[in-house]
């Protein structure tokens, strides 16, 4: 178990353990990295950048665990951080139907207009793509 991966289980008392421990957080991070760039991980995604908050805080956003996104915004995390394919929390929590955690995104200053490396789309055309018209209309 790592920050990354408890905050994208929904960890949440395991995810504070973690940020409070005072270990590295390089030693926290997810144990298989990629090395370079890919199709699956651009370069200026947080998990690339080793950015363990902001890769820990896109894991949360995607599976909807907004108490988790919330700690972690806390503790200086990136709100328009990106993932795989480029998608930030923003358009992965929007294309897997989380409307509380896109709500969350957007009051929090998430950029509306970022687009993905692998699809060319914002977030409003990953929540078409998941047919959840309800997120379409908070992102208009």
């Not at 665990?65 to 700690?71: E, F, G, P, Q, R």
Request: charged fraction near 20%; hydrophobic fraction near 40%.
């Amino acid at each position: 178990m790592n920050l990354v991966t408890a905050a994208s289980l929904g960890k949440l008392d395991l995810v504070r353990n973690f940020l409070d421990s005072g270990a590295p957080l390089g030693s926290l991070a997810a144990r298989t990295l990629p090395t370079d760039p890919n199709d699956h991980w651009p370069a200026d995604s947080a998990r690339m950048k080793g950015d363990v908050i902001s890769d820990s805080f896109y894991g949360a956003c995607r599976n909807g665990h907004t108490a988790v996104a919330a700690a972690l915004l806390g503790r200086g995390a990136d709100v328009n951080a990106k993932g795989v394919f480029g998608g930030t929390a923003l358009h992965w929590a929007a294309i897997n139907g989380h409307k509380d955690t896109v709500a969350f995104l957007v009051a929090h200053g998430a950029d509306l207009t970022i687009r993905d490396s692998k699809f060319d789309s914002t977030s409003d055309g990953w929540a078409a793509e998941g047919q959840h018209e309800e997120i379409r209309e908070l992102l208009r």
